[in-house]
Each structure stands twice: as structure tokens, then as C-alpha cells.
């Protein structure tokens, strides 16, 4: 599913991968991502979703009490590079 189409979810749950505040949410077509991704050696072209920059982890308790998150929220699948990037991002409403 192209990143165009995904749409937010309406809950504040992660049924995959974990809840994120990203300081910023691009596709993984944007030049930016494309230049990070290259430099630590992730292959774009398989990733399904946008891509977090900046992103640190969402408790269920923050979010419960409206949350933190004053960036991006979004629910990501793969977080394995210390929150500089984060993969198989999708939108969520807090």
C-alpha cells in the first residue's frame, strides 16, 4: 500500500511494532530518508509505510493521559536504529 494511502488510526493502540513521537514523519522516497537510510546501510524499496526521523517511545500510560506527543504519533514496525529512524511507519490519533 503506497504511503499516500494510509490513513491514521483512530486509536491509540499498535497492533504492530510499538507507539512512536517522531520529530518528523516522510516518505521513504524523500531525499532526506534516502541519504540517512544509505549512510546505515538500510534498503529502502522493501519498506512499506513512512519512515519517523527523531523518534522516542509512546508508554500506553502517557497516552491514556492525552499524551506527550506535540510532534508526530505514529505506530512503527522496526525502531532497531535508537530512534534516529524508524520503519513501517503509520500515522495514529491520540
Known amino acids: 500500500m503506497p504511503a499516500e494511502e494510509l490513513e491514521a488510526r483512530q486509536t491509540s493502540q499498535c497492533n504492530v511494532g510499538t507507539l512512536n ?26 519498506i512499506e509505510g513512512l519512515v519517523g526521523l527523531g523518534c522516542s517511545p509512546l508508554s500506553v500510560i502517557g497516552v491514556g493521559n492525552g499524551g506527550a ?23 495514529i490519533t491520540l
Open 21 to 46: 513521537c517522531c520529530n518528523s514523519v516522510q516518505s521513504s522516497t524523500s531525499e532526506s530518508v534516502t541519504e540517512l537510510a544509505g549512510l546505515l546501510g538500510i534498503v529502502l524499496p522493501t
Open 69 to 91: 506527543c506535540t510532534a508526530s504519533p505514529v505506530c512503527c514496525e522496526n525502531n532497531q536504529f535508537g530512534g534516529l529512524i524508524s520503519l513501517g511507519c503509520i500515522p
